[in-house]
């Protein structure tokens, strides 16, 4: 039946031929569109960001920032220095290794928008010398993705 609407096409001629190039066009503006949209996707825009808000003292926080499409669920790590132990944390970890100085959050449920980890230490310490990351399975690539927590 598609092969007849276009052989008709082809014998009416140039009016024929214009009802050809309106579809091709608008395939190839569908396509276009797809493009764009799809390229945002992968030029890192990504759906979970993170970031310490303060730099240093007993107290720091961690903003972590989600955009749609929002993954399940974020898993945040945090590698403390020597001598430097969590004594306090918001929201509460879900693990939290003293012997390796590991400390791990899963973060379920997140809706768009920034989310604060208020993090409390037995002393000083510098977000220099934290070490930090999130990873998430990205809804979009289907792909693990992993961040180092920004400074």
């Not at 082809?10 to 009802?19: I, N, V």
């Not at 503006?29 to 759906?47: E, H, Q, R, S």
């Not at 749609?68 to 974020?74: C, I, L, T």
């Amino acid at each position: 039946m598609k092969h007849e609407k276009y052989h008709f096409c082809r014998q009416r001629g140039s009016r024929g031929s214009l009802l050809v190039v309106r579809h091709l066009m608008r395939f190839i503006v569908a396509f276009i569109m797809c493009m764009v949209l799809c390229a945002g996707v992968y030029a890192g825009n990504d759906p979970v960001t993170a970031k310490f808000k303060d730099k240093k003292g007993k107290r720091i926080a961690v903003l972590v920032k989600a955009s749609s499409p929002v993954p399940g669920s974020v898993i945040f790590t945090l590698k403390l220095p020597a001598g430097v132990k969590l004594e306090k944390a918001s929201p509460e970890p879900g693990k939290y290794d003293t012997n390796r100085g590991e400390v791990k959050w899963l973060l379920r449920g997140l809706s768009p928008g920034t989310h604060k980890i208020k993090l409390n230490f037995s002393k000083n310490v510098n977000s220099d010398d934290l070490q930090a990351e999130i990873r998430y399975l990205n809804s979009v690539t289907g792909k693990l993705s992993i961040f180092p927590v920004g400074k």
